[in-house]
């Protein structure tokens, strides 16, 4: 998985003009409209949003999925696609909730001095920015952020991986980010609308906090995706790189069977990124997309379930690359990619891979060519040192 060293001369004999899937998380793709299949969890989603485009009604929801799932991928999507309605993204990357207070703040401070034609170039880039005007007390905060918010007709403000201060922290940490969202909804206007994501556990920490909406929040569960859509993932990465002279599906060229589709899909749980990680493994084993040759590889990684699941739950991995990289450039708390190449021995692009998951596991936070430590990646940095 992570820790494979990939050989990218394995997929010459493919003719590929790149590895399909060396890019599991959406947070290193440039755009994702290139590479999104439309689910039935994306169905439920977007009609929340068409009723919030036609209606004008505020709202609240929350996207609730398993790592993995695509998350961050819709609500990249939605800032992508909408034209009219400036939209803005802050990924929680702190487990201070004072500083994830600030960092929207800061973030909304654009919609009062950015020109609407502008904002969408470079709303991403004050994201995380923390505000000298922050007020300490979350419901005085809350209330400073709706009114500039208000000051638009219309925004929407789309909230990415908030486990991160609920989880990661002590309770009163989880109360008072919960207090600030709650506080912010309700100051807001119409023709606004809040999308929370975040792991089923984060949400089920704080439901019960969730009271006194009007109206009340909106849950989407991201739902595992279906044989058919794991063969269109699948079929839609490698189009991208496989140059074909007949119509119609991958598998259907290459004769991959129902069957074998949905052994690859149970394997992976109904996660698209375990489903991709299997398939990269796939490629770099069998010999052809021929259905028997698939399913010889299945065979052939040996233990690949447990390894999927296995990846899931542990970090001494990760554990290992974080002590490594952090033994290479000391009580720094930035480094370059070829730093951590250099530090753990891997390629530049296994390096990549290994921090795009770092990334996504909210270990390591990408700004501009640097890249650094979160907290807890300190923690479990010292933790595989002592």
Not at 88 to 98: E, G, N, W
């Amino acid at each position: 998985m992570t820790g494979t060293k990939i050989d990218e001369s394995a997929y010459l004999r493919w003719l590929l003009k790149y590895n399909p899937f060396i890019h599991l998380s959406s947070e290193s793709l440039k755009s994702v409209g290139n590479f999104h299949v439309w689910t039935e969890t994306d169905k439920a989603f977007w009609n929340s949003v068409k009723d919030f485009l036609e209606n004008k009604k505020k709202n609240l929801v929350f996207l609730v999925g398993e790592f993995g799932s695509g998350k961050t991928h819709r609500l990249r999507l939605l800032y992508e696609t909408l034209e009219e309605v400036p939209c803005i993204y802050i990924k929680v990357d702190s487990q201070d909730s004072r500083d994830v207070m600030r960092g929207i703040e800061a973030a909304l401070h654009s919609l009062e001095i950015i020109p609407a034609r502008h904002l969408k170039k470079v709303i991403l880039s004050l994201a995380g920015k923390k505000s000298d005007g922050y007020a300490n007390d979350p419901e005085t905060a809350a209330k400073e952020a709706a009114s500039m918010m208000n000051n638009r007709e219309e925004a929407i403000l789309l909230i990415d991986e908030i486990e991160n201060v609920i989880l990661n922290n002590s309770k009163e940490e989880a109360k008072a980010f919960t207090k600030y969202l709650i506080s912010l909804y309700n100051a807001l206007s119409d023709g606004k609308m809040i999308v929370v994501a975040c792991i089923p556990k984060a949400y089920e920490t704080i439901k019960h906090m969730l009271w006194g909406f009007n109206p009340p929040p909106t849950v989407i569960r991201v739902k595992n995706i279906s044989d058919e859509e794991a063969k269109e993932i699948i079929d839609r990465r490698l189009k991208l790189v496989f140059d074909f002279k007949k119509q119609g599906s991958i598998f259907g060229n290459h004769f991959l069977s129902k069957e074998t589709i949905a052994e690859l899909n149970k394997i992976s749980g109904g996660n698209p990124r375990k489903l991709m990680q299997l398939f990269r493994n796939i490629l770099l084993t069998a010999p052809s997309l021929d259905d028997k040759e698939v399913k010889k590889a299945i065979r052939s990684l040996s233990g690949i379930r447990e390894e999927i699941e296995k990846e899931e739950k542990e970090t001494p991995k990760y554990e290992e690359y974080l002590r490594m990289i952090r033994t290479r450039i000391g009580n720094r708390k930035y480094f370059s990619l070829i730093e951590a190449a250099e530090a753990t021995e891997l390629s530049l692009t296994d390096i990549k891979s290994v921090l795009n998951e770092l990334r996504a596991r909210n270990l390591v936070v990408k700004k501009g060519v640097r890249y650094y430590f979160t907290e807890s990646a300190l923690k479990l940095a010292e933790m595989a040192s002592s």
